[in-house]
């Protein structure tokens, strides 16, 4: 009987309901990811003159240690300035903002996205992410409600972050997921698929969009991974539980970084210094702790016996400070893929320790659990280990690892700050 009368009470959208949404939900799609290639391909560019036609043309080795510290500081003062005199100062502060961007005025995204795309070329480590959803957010937000004055605000916020989410990973089903998560915390009228009917359109539009463009993968092409095996078990276990516990160091060390960073009080100060720290970090760990990551996680897996495990751990520990001193100091960026080589690293430090722990199944579990560390989603963290290793045997070990991954993780301080600069629960 009370079942009778839930379902009375919240009744299944219906196909009249359901189809007008759809073209609106593709156009959002489209766009969001459109403007994640133009931003990136305009960083890439941007970066090959930085980091080759310039130090080519200077006769400077292209990543010497002297240069990393030169692109490095230039680009913390290029951010600086761009925070501190274009309209709307880039934003609000990236440490107080995650994948769920505000809504922000139109003044601000020009300055948003020209700080992105510095960021994205002159090294610092953070990924595209969080700007881009906030400024595709705010862009969908702007023009969804003049042309359709009786639709929610939340409906156009929830089309961009899926077009936006299912652009960067280049398929539909993180964006799901990610809604899906969302909605758990909210009552929905219905039942769910209608609630992500709509989203799901866009986060389809933006993976199709940026596949016929850019046609992105995240396999790794490790070596193949067969059925599992109670030491596959048991690895997966360890790994996750380490890459969680390392992702929660960075958590609570957050708020006094970016504390030590908020004395300078300017961001002429804050940025350029945070440029010389990310220097001396790229001076230790090499040049593929620079940048968002993904380029250089490619590169770790063609060969996981490349490095040794000292190397592998250096680079671990240094990406992970590299993307705490990089989030803290004000560069406009997410935290998803650095993440992502974090994991990635550790996972084949693991192997380079017991040569038993198989590359794949170090690698899947290393990335899960610092993912659930930094971004506390963990449907978005199961799916990006899982794509990276693209094989069957490897989801049930990261379901069983995910468990004391977040039992590490759950009801501690996540990596965002309030406006008091304490952290966020």
Not at 38 to 58: F, K, R
Not at 137 to 164: D, I, N, Q, Y
Not at 207 to 222: E, K, M, Q
């Amino acid at each position: 009987m009370a079942q009778d009368s839930a379902e009375q009470a919240s009744p299944a959208a219906t196909a009249r309901t359901l189809l007008p949404t759809l073209v609106p939900a593709l156009l959002v799609g489209m766009v969001a990811s459109l403007i994640l290639v133009g931003v990136s391909t305009a960083a890439e560019q941007l970066q090959y003159v930085l980091w080759q036609n310039l130090p080519d043309a200077l006769g400077v080795g292209r990543y010497s240690v002297p240069w990393m510290f030169v692109m490095l500081f230039a680009t913390g003062v290029a951010v600086g300035l761009v925070v501190w005199k274009v309209p709307g100062h880039a934003g609000p502060d990236p440490a107080s903002t995650g994948l769920d961007a505000p809504v922000l005025p139109p003044t601000v995204l020009p300055g948003l996205l020209l700080a992105t795309a510095l960021m994205l070329a002159g090294g610092p480590s953070l990924g595209p992410e969080n700007p881009i959803i906030a400024v595709n957010v705010s862009l969908a937000v702007l023009v969804g409600t003049r042309a359709f004055p009786g639709a929610p605000e939340r409906g156009w916020v929830a089309l961009a972050e899926a077009g936006t989410i299912g652009a960067l990973f280049g398929t539909p089903v993180a964006a799901a997921l990610i809604i899906s998560e969302a909605l758990a915390g909210e009552r929905t009228k219905g039942q769910l698929w209608d609630s992500v009917f709509a989203p799901l359109a866009a986060g389809a539009a933006g993976a199709l969009t940026i596949t016929l463009v850019s046609r992105p993968s995240f396999d790794l092409h490790l070596p193949p991974f067969g059925q599992p095996g109670w030491g596959d078990l048991l690895a997966s276990v360890v790994v996750a539980a380490v890459g969680a516990v390392l992702g929660m160091c960075v958590v609570y060390a957050f708020p006094f970084v970016h504390g030590a960073f908020g004395r300078l009080r300017h961001p002429m100060l804050m940025l350029p210094a945070g440029g010389l720290v990310l220097g001396a970090l790229a001076a230790l760990g090499g040049q593929l702790t620079l940048f968002k990551g993904l380029d250089q996680i490619a590169e770790l897996a063609r060969d996981p016996d490349g490095w040794s495990a000292g190397e592998f751990a250096t680079m671990t520990v240094v990406k992970l400070a590299a993307m705490l001193v990089a989030a803290s100091c004000g560069f406009r960026g997410g935290r998803i893929f650095p993440a992502v080589f974090v994991g990635t690293a550790l996972g084949l430090c693991a192997h380079a320790l017991v040569s038993g722990v198989h590359p794949a199944v170090g690698v899947a579990a290393g990335v899960l659990g610092v993912l659930l560390a930094v971004t506390r989603q963990g449907w978005l963290s199961l799916f990006v280990a899982a794509v990276l290793v693209v094989s069957p045997g490897i989801l049930a070990l990261l379901c069983v690892a995910s468990l004391p991954a977040w039992l590490l993780v759950t009801g501690r301080p996540f990596m965002r700050l309030r406006a008091d600069g304490t952290s966020a629960r």
